[in-house]
């Protein structure tokens, strides 16, 4: 559940939009002016979608004119940055079973929210549908209102100067098949900027992170969340929206932008593209649930195995106490680990009995799905989500542990 969201069954409620469009603002009034006209002109009837202004702190409340479809603005206060915070408290207030994130210095085409509500439908195979329309460039600064609605519906118009879209995104758009054969690490395709989602999976994964603060970061990590959540990603091409300037990458001074974004997400995502190896994280890669073990020296050497060369996290579900060993390693807990860092991780390994593996855990995880009876049973968190989870292969690199030799011994052959 996203904060401060209320439980609505958008479906079922008489008069409800079919689309509710979520638009973070702050302090840009002309980009703001520019977007409710383009929104005016959609093509989709104003009945069947509403708009929800998400003023981020403004000195001055945003200006919202009267208009054919329903407007609401909320405020929050001036604590910095806070884009997801405002995403968030906007999609509280929609009544759509369908949400479309739109920044305040986008322009979508008159086509745009049927374009986005089709890509939505089309691709949903009951697990839920994270969607990016189709970002374009242009420089409107010297083009007068009617100019601006020209280019929208014929690509052209005095004043108007057409700029270079980021290479990233259209590379990575054809390499995936308009995401249909996207994979883990394409969350990173994903941008807020104009972005639809449907309800139920938005709530479900609980909204943007709040506290990633400051910009960028927040789109990319509700992306890999869905994708973890059991999610689809799809590129809708034709749902097209015009911003107004370059993409960040064509501005200058943005290398500590981009750094702060790195890091924050390192945290988060547990990738070796997003953090590298080497490093300890609160959050794992990998999450294992480990009972069986009331001796420490056995709690001890199962440690050992499962941590070798491996971004994991052990949690000793039927201990009390993490024993004094171990204490030190913050990778080692006790209890269940909480559902927000089984929900990040890429995999979830059950260990039901002290063992020996041949081979690091990590590179067992590459493997995919496998199990050893009795030993070990390692999952895909994406494909447990999805129902899809089947760790019916052999695991032959686990062992039962050799418990009557000496620690000693077997620390200096592990």
């Known amino acids: ?59 001055e409340a945003p200006a919202a004119r009267a208009t054919s479809y329903s407007i609401t603005v909320t405020r929050q206060e001036n604590l910095g940055f806070r884009a997801a915070a405002a995403r968030n408290k906007g999609a509280a207030l929609a009544r759509a079973p369908r949400l479309v994130f739109l920044d305040g210095d986008m322009m979508p085409e008159p086509g745009f929210l049927t374009a986005m509500l089709a890509g939505l439908e089309r691709h949903d195979d009951g697990h839920g549908v994270l969607a990016v329309g189709a970002r374009q460039h242009v420089d409107v600064s010297a083009c007068t209102p009617a100019q601006i609605d020209q280019w929208l519906a014929l690509g052209h118009a005095d004043g108007a100067r057409r700029l270079t879209d980021p290479a990233w995104l259209s590379d990575g758009y054809a390499r995936t098949n308009d995401l249909a054969e996207a994979g883990v690490e394409d969350f990173r395709l994903i941008i807020s900027a104009l972005m639809g989602v449907d309800r139920e999976l938005f709530e479900r994964v609980g909204g943007f992170d709040e506290t990633l603060t ?41 290398r500590d932008v981009k750094d702060a974004e790195t890091m924050a997400l390192a945290r988060r995502i547990p990738l070796p ?60 807990r006790v209890g269940e680990p909480r559902s927000e860092i089984v929900d990040r991780s890429r995999y979830v390994v059950d260990v039901l009995a002290p063992l020996t593996l041949d081979e690091p855990l990590g590179v067992l995880c590459e493997h995919g799905e496998q199990s050893a009876p009795g030993l070990l049973e390692l999952r895909e968190t994406r494909r447990v989500n999805r129902g899809e989870s089947d760790a ?23």
């Open 214 to 254: 400051g910009y960028g970061g927040e789109d990319w990590d509700l992306a890999y969340r869905c994708w973890q959540a059991g999610a689809r990603f799809a590129h809708v091409a034709g749902a097209v929206a015009w911003h107004d300037g370059p993409d960040l990458g064509g501005r200058p001074d943005t």
């Open 273 to 332: 593209s997003t953090r590298g190896r080497g490093l300890v994280f609160g959050q794992p890669a990998v999450v294992v649930r480990v009972r069986g073990h009331e001796n420490d020296g056995e709690a001890f050497l199962t440690a050992m195995q499962l941590l070798r060369d491996t971004d994991a996290g052990v949690w000793f579900v039927d201990r009390d106490s993490v024993p004094a060993v171990l204490a030190q390693d913050p990778r080692i």
């Open 392 to 414: 019916s292969d052999a695991c032959h690199a686990a062992r039962p542990a050799d418990t009557h030799q000496r620690i000693e011994g077997r620390v200096a052959h592990g």
């Open 1 to 59: 559940m996203i904060p401060g969201a209320r439980t609505i069954d958008a479906s079922h409620q008489e008069n409800a939009p079919r689309v509710s469009v979520i638009v973070p603002y702050y302090e840009n009034q002309l980009g703001l002016d520019r977007l409710l006209r383009a929104l005016d002109r959609q093509d989709l009837p104003p009945h069947e979608f509403e708009v929800i202004v998400s003023d981020d702190g403004s000195a």
